[in-house]
């Protein structure tokens, strides 16, 4: 009795495993067929293209237009050739697994471009995400194979992506400015800002400056004068023509300011006032910071406060929200 049991138990552990390579056995050539279209892809892109030839100012549209032939054709080349290549295979019916492979490639790059890796075209990920996509097209609309219930699947699994790749290009995007600051040629200078919201921090390594912007809370990012009713901080090298009080000439917003004079309000501390603008001028470790405020939502008292407490801080102060 003990070895019919056994002998019961070895049957059935081989017939789940027959069953489920007989699961897999109609994925495999879709699979291969998304590896191949992803190794051609990305084969194109590595040629050495020259884009001026296609995208020409002169041309309807110019750039925008090509860009938006390009989002058209790629998908629809890309499921001509899958469907051609799925009937090479022998694949039947080839134009289901084509056509559902070809939607799903586009989501899959658009995905990929949302978490921050750019283009799927060209990508080294390419073969492997595009066989994991036929694959999943001819499970889904292969007759014997596709059922309702993995249509639920890939629709909770696609779901379960958007606010995975939103939380990557996330992270990417933080990573990436950090690098940046911490690459800064000049100190990351910050005062104390209580009441104030910092965006945009910038370090720009051409003109070897930092800068960012301070919103009260009455200011929104997204308001057309944000730059008049916020603060804007600018850390950069000292300019040949500074020499207060007589020519306080400095660099803020990328910009040479004016050279006229200002007054000293503290030890390496300068006010500079015109037209309803406030200036407060400070040199710092070496470098001088530009503090330029004074619209409806911004005092003086606060830029003074803002001037004084500055301190050099670490790239992470800045992406902290």
């Known amino acids: 009795m003990g070895v019919t049991v056994e002998e019961h138990g070895n049957g059935g552990g081989g017939g789940m495993t027959r069953r489920g390579r007989e699961v897999l056995r109609p994925l495999i050539r879709p699979a291969g067929v998304g590896a191949l279209l992803g190794a051609s892809w990305l084969l194109l892109a590595t040629l050495p293209w020259d884009f001026d030839d296609f995208c020409r100012s002169e041309e309807p549209w110019g750039c925008l237009g090509f860009g938006l032939l390009m989002l058209a054709v790629i998908p629809l080349v890309g499921t001509l050739v899958g469907w051609v290549a799925l009937r090479v295979a022998g694949v039947r019916p080839a134009w289901r697994v084509a056509l559902l492979g070809g939607l799903l490639g586009v989501v899959v790059d658009f995905l990929y471009s949302r978490a921050g890796s750019g283009s799927l075209l060209g990508s080294f990920a390419a073969p492997v995400l595009l066989a994991a996509v036929y694959a999943a097209a001819a499970a889904l609309v292969l007759p014997g194979v596709g059922s309702p219930r993995r249509w639920g699947v890939l629709a909770a699994g696609l779901l379960l992506l958007w606010p995975l790749t939103g939380a990557l290009s996330d992270h990417r995007v933080s990573e990436d400015k950090l690098r940046e600051l911490a690459a800064s040629r000049v100190p990351l200078l910050a005062p104390e800002a209580s009441g104030y919201r910092m965006y945009f921090p910038e370090a720009n390594k051409y003109s070897g400056t930092f800068g960012y ?101 670490k790239p992470g102060f800045f992406l902290d929200e």
């Open 213 to 313: 912007l301070l919103l009260p809370p009455s200011v929104k990012t997204s308001d057309a004068d944000r730059e008049q009713r916020g603060v804007r901080v600018t850390v950069g090298p000292q300019v040949a023509g500074f020499a207060p009080p007589d020519a306080c000439e400095v660099e803020s917003g990328g910009t040479r300011l004016d050279a006229s004079p200002c007054e000293q309000v503290a030890p390496e501390t300068w006010r500079w006032s015109r037209y309803g603008s406030i200036r407060y001028i400070a040199r710092r470790q070496g470098v001088i910071v530009v503090i330029t405020g004074g619209g409806p939502t911004v005092s003086d008292s606060d830029l003074r406060a803002m001037a004084e407490s500055l301190t050099v801080r």
